[in-house]
């Protein structure tokens, strides 16, 4: 059972446009919710995080949307640049030991 | 990555024989987890590490050990590699109220 299903495998955005993942998750104990970006060959890295206590957090151009009802959440990339292009994960934990379960991915593509 | 190593970066090794993949943390955090990435699986969580010689399995756990005698160290063993194990390792560990701090991790090929 995926208990976190990303979309879409893979994206491909003009210069300058906005990037849109999606995530939905079906564990209601999930109470943390980051994104992470991968880069070829890197290990993933934290990029933005948000607590269901609030319906959108924004850091520069990255901001997640947050929608608690519908166990959904997404990452929006504005004014999207050619070095955004990298694979990027959705994830959700809850409870203790603070397990992190991942989406598969999506594969952001930003032409110049 | 700041604070957090994988060894070795590469592997190559034969089905049948053992092999043992190393994270090394210098920064004493409690927790600790490995993880395996494959295409079209994204990351899934083998076994982890809530403190020293406490440990538990995650989602795809079997032909899998891991081992935690320092809270620096974390093992991750392969009792017996096969073909369906190459794959991308990564260690992680818990920084608190950041989330997780991934290493650079280590490609395994089985052959």
């Known amino acids: 059972q995926q208990q976190v299903k990303q979309s879409p495998q893979s994206l491909i955005v003009q210069k300058g446009g906005i990037s849109i993942i999606n995530c939905a998750y079906e564990n209601t104990a999930f109470d943390y919710f980051p994104w992470y970006q991968q880069f070829p060959g890197k290990g993933p890295a934290l990029l933005i995080a948000?607590?269901?206590?609030?319906s959108e957090k924004k850091e520069g151009r990255f901001t997640i949307s947050f929608n608690k009802s519908a166990k959904q959440f997404s990452l929006h990339i504005m004014d999207s640049q050619p070095g955004d292009s990298a694979t990027y994960f959705c994830?959700?934990?809850?409870?203790?030991?603070?397990?992190?379960?991942f989406g598969k991915g999506t594969l952001l593509t930003v032409n110049p | 990555d700041a604070g957090i190593t994988q060894s070795p970066r590469h592997k190559v090794t034969e089905t049948g024989t053992p092999v043992t993949l190393r994270c090394h943390q210098t920064?004493?955090?409690?927790?600790m987890y490995w993880y395996r990435q494959d295409p079209g699986h994204g990351l899934r969580l083998i076994h982890y590490?809530?403190?020293?010689?406490?440990?538990d399995k995650g989602e795809v756990s079997d032909g899998y050990s891991v081992s935690r005698s320092k809270t620096e160290d974390f093992l991750l063993t392969l009792e017996s590699a096969t073909s369906s194990q190459t794959s991308v390792y990564f260690c992680?560990?818990?920084?608190?109220?950041?989330?997780?701090?991934f290493g650079s991790g280590t490609r395994l090929t089985v052959v």
């Open positions: 920064e004493n955090h409690r927790y």
């Open positions: 590490s809530y403190g020293v010689k406490d440990t």
């Open positions: 992680a560990i818990r920084v608190q109220n950041y989330g997780y701090t």
């Open positions: 994830a959700a934990s809850g409870g203790s030991n603070y397990k992190l379960t």
């Open positions: 948000i607590r269901p206590d609030v």
